[in-house]
Nanobody, 121 residues
């Protein structure tokens, strides 16, 4: 079974930094895109950043210039470096990955359990 496990969340003051990690484990053939979403209480889950195996990246406008997504393909791990954190960044952050078990066209989407990020004023 495929699992995505996030780590690195915590409590930080405004202006501080955190680095989130997400590692994929289990039996699978390949991973295409990996990314990060966040969902604050009462809100929809929104894309924060994503990256493909080829290195293309996408960022939400609200985090551009502050967050950086990176990926270690050999380790099946994606990172999110979060700098200049703001209280409005407070949320549960979820790892997301498109994974296929074997050669073929379709990928299955997997989610991690989420890691809490709290930014104090």
């Amino acid at each position: 079974q495929v699992q995505l496990v996030e780590s690195g969340g915590g409590l930080v003051q405004a202006g501080g930094s955190l680095r989130l990690s997400c590692a994929a484990s289990g039996s699978f053939f390949s991973i295409n895109a990996m990314g990060w979403y966040r969902q604050a209480s009462g809100n929809q889950r929104e894309l924060v950043a994503s990256t493909t195996s080829g290195g293309s990246t996408i960022y939400a406008d609200s985090v551009k210039g502050r967050f950086t997504i990176s990926r270690d393909g050999a380790a099946n791990t994606v990172y999110l470096q979060m700098n200049s954190l703001k209280p409005e960044d407070t949320s549960v952050y979820f790892c997301d990955a498109d994974i296929r078990a074997g050669p073929g066209r379709l990928y299955n989407r997997y989610w991690g359990q989420g890691t809490q990020v709290t930014v104090s004023s």
